[in-house]
């Protein structure tokens, strides 16, 4: 036998080897890519009872609408269309959260006909060909605005109820400011009064909690970021991964059990069936297009919401969790102290972070229903309140 035969001989099972474990990944790629593709016929499921049955009169709607002269997408879902209408206005920069509900739901359907509108941007209301850069907080207000009257004419009212989570509450606060006669009240949850503050707060927390719990790889990590010495580092603190896997880890992120931003959020997101693979695609690219093309952060840190709405014609309730630093829930009782209003209430959730709603969705829903609708039940709710 030849030396060069020998030699192929002796390679032989390693070429093997390679070639079953390119096939063996080639093959779970398939199996991924089949299974994103059954998670994503792009129809949000339809309103059922306990019996799995559509509810009669229900809603479940994925619609575009013409909105400041962009097609921008949302979700319109109740349980009965004749119930009050509620705008809730998601968090971000251009991070829709509907997809929550699938394993966290709030309740808010069996109460309200919810529009989940993905701002201009983001989501459903990414364009590629339309670009970015442009977009301002104070557009983003505007197509709030032009949203409300759209929702106002569909469903034949003169008023509807507004919702604004997180980045939602720096945009919702001021849509209800600016045209308070379209709306009942507003609701702010983890309500944003000034975030340049609260991301300090954070930061000097999660450096402490690592430092106590003697894990000196994050706490090298924080402090390599450098959030408080300059705008332009905490800026790129926010936008950084950093910020997000900490806060997570630490349970002050989204919610107080989800640990990992990856099994929190993406797995649970790529497993949303209202979307299309190419929708889904379209969310991420969308954010980090808001995030890295917009001013929108820029405009985030440099808004103090306690000088720039100081007061409103309607009734304003805050809800927050006790665990949260992505919103400092402090920073928001004290807004809500000094903000003037009709009637106001704040809501602490003692055993959330960032989401009250999906973490606490009983107590939430028996405040939204009893506080805010009017409709109280036997049991009372203690909190802060006044007329």
């Known amino acids: 036998m030849s030396g060069t035969n020998k030699k192929l001989l002796l390679a032989y099972p390693r070429i093997r ?13 398939l199996i991924l890519v089949g299974l994103l593709f059954v998670y994503s016929p792009g129809k949000p499921a339809p309103v059922v009872d306990e019996h799995g049955k559509v509810v009669k009169n229900s809603i479940s709607e994925k619609l575009w609408v013409t909105i400041g002269n962009v097609r921008q997408g949302m979700f319109i879902r109740g349980s009965n269309k004749n119930n009050p209408v509620l705008l809730f206005l998601h968090g971000g920069p251009g991070m829709p959260t509907y997809f929550l509900n699938d394993g966290y739901p709030t ?8 529009c989940y509108w993905e701002q201009r ?53 001021q849509v209800a400011y600016a045209a308070p006669e379209l709306f009942f009240s507003y609701m702010g949850v983890s309500q944003i009064s000034n975030q340049r503050e609260s991301e300090k707060i954070a930061y000097y927390k999660m450096i402490e909690e690592y430092t106590y ?3 000196e790889h994050r706490v090298a990590e924080l402090k390599q970021c450098r959030a408080d010495e300059s705008d332009e580092a905490l800026f790129s603190y926010f936008r950084s991964q950093v910020r997000d896997k900490t806060m997570h880890e630490l349970g002050i992120g989204t919610m107080r059990s989800m640990r990992s931003v990856i099994t929190g959020i993406f797995h649970p997101f790529m497993r949303c069936k209202a ?24 405009e985030l840190f440099a808004t103090d919401l306690t000088k720039v709405v100081t007061t409103l014609e309607i009734p304003v309730y805050f809800l927050s969790g006790q665990y949260d630093y992505t919103v400092n829930h402090k ?20 055993n959330s972070a960032h989401c009250p709603m999906h973490e606490e969705p009983d107590r939430f829903i028996q405040i939204v229903v ?18």
């Open 17 to 29: 080897n390679g070639v079953r474990i390119m096939l063996m990944t080639f093959t779970i790629l």
């Open 107 to 114: 309740g808010l359907e069996k109460h309200f006909t919810v």
């Open 121 to 173: 941007g983001a989501g459903l209301s990414f364009n590629p060909d339309v670009p970015v850069k442009d977009i301002t907080v104070a557009l983003l207000i505007a197509d709030a605005i032009e949203v409300t009257r759209y929702l106002r004419q569909r469903f034949g009212v003169d008023k509807i109820y507004l919702m604004g989570h997180s980045w939602g509450s720096l945009i919702g606060i």
């Open 213 to 215: 719990a003697g894990n």
């Open 275 to 298: 979307y299309t693979m190419a929708e889904k695609i379209n969310v991420w690219r969308a954010k980090h297009s808001l995030l890295m093309e917009t001013k929108l952060v820029n």
């Open 331 to 350: 920073l928001s009782k004290q807004y809500l102290d000094v903000l003037k209003a009709p009637r106001k209430g704040f809501y602490a959730f003692h």
């Open 370 to 387: 009893g506080e805010v609708l009017g409709q109280p039940s036997s049991s009372s709710i203690q909190e802060s309140h006044s007329r």
